[in-house]
T-cell receptor, first 117, second 110 residues
Framework: DTGVSQDPRHKITKRGQNVTFRCDPI?????LYWYRQTLGQGPEFLTY????????KSRLLSDRFSAERPKGSFSTLEIQRTEQGDSAMYLC???????????????FGSGTQLSVL | QQPVQSPQAVILREGEDAVINCSSS?????VHWYRQKHGEAPIFLMI?????EQKGHDKISASFNEKKQQSSLYLTASQLSYSGTYFC???????????FGQGTRLTINP
């Protein structure tokens, strides 16, 4: 497998601008997750997709955030009207099935580091 | 609810052992362990399911005590390559996602 890829690796933007990140999961993986990670903290769940359906969103995800996974392949995460508090590493992960099943590990991408000035 | 990891940081010399704990207030169904090096993606280490099994590969092993809702990661005879931040990710029965702890930073010195 080629792994999970994310683009861009780094994004610097000014407060108030919109940004969009892309995630390409492992091709046969049905599930795709978005997490956010700030310095010194663990990954924090944002949302997940089962194929093209977005099945759960964290209450942390304000209406400025939107995610899509058209055709159940790649996914995009858009943040509108960015704020300084949005600065973080945005991680994408994929898996074949639910993480409670044996051997259903998450494969993470290297993330997109967002800096909002 | 986020699991709690302890300690928050550990500094060892090469060859020493370490134990990292992960505790939850909820009844857990599975615990995942991942390691992340600075600027890199978290890498999967192992999964433990309800049942208290112990797993391991090479010199890294883990246990899951479902009565205590606690998992421990054991690193024996640590190597320089073990340095990084270790995260536990937990799931309750029926969960669709992992909830990660805040991480334990492990530094191995020569």
């Amino acid at each position: 497998d080629t792994g999970v890829s994310q683009d861009p690796r780094h994004k610097i933007t000014k407060r108030g601008q919109n940004v969009t990140f892309r995630c390409d999961p492992i091709s046969e993986h049905n599930r795709l997750y978005w997490y956010r990670q700030t310095l010194g903290q663990g990954p924090e769940f944002l949302t997940y997709f089962q194929n093209e359906a977005q099945l759960e969103k964290s209450r942390l995800l304000s209406d400025r955030f939107s995610a899509e996974r058209p055709k159940g392949s790649f996914s995009t995460l858009e943040i509108q009207r960015t704020e300084q508090g949005d600065s973080a590493m945005y991680l994408c992960a994929s898996s074949l099935d639910r993480p409670v099943k044996a051997n259903e590990k998450l494969f993470f991408g290297s993330g997109t580091q967002l800096s909002v000035l | 609810q986020q699991p709690v990891q302890s300690p928050q940081a550990v500094i060892l010399r090469e060859g020493e052992d370490a134990v990292i704990n992960c505790s939850s207030s909820k009844a857990l169904y599975s615990v995942h362990w991942y390691r992340q090096k600075h600027g890199e993606a978290p890498i999967f280490l192992m999964i433990l399911l309800k049942g208290g099994e112990q797993k391991g590969h090479d010199k890294i092993s883990a246990s899951f005590n479902e009565k205590k809702q606690q998992s421990s990661l054991y690193l024996t005879a640590s190597q320089l390559s073990y340095s990084g931040t270790y995260f536990c990710g937990t799931a309750i029965q029926g969960a669709q996602k992992l909830v990660f702890g805040q991480g334990t930073r492990l530094t191995i010195n020569p």
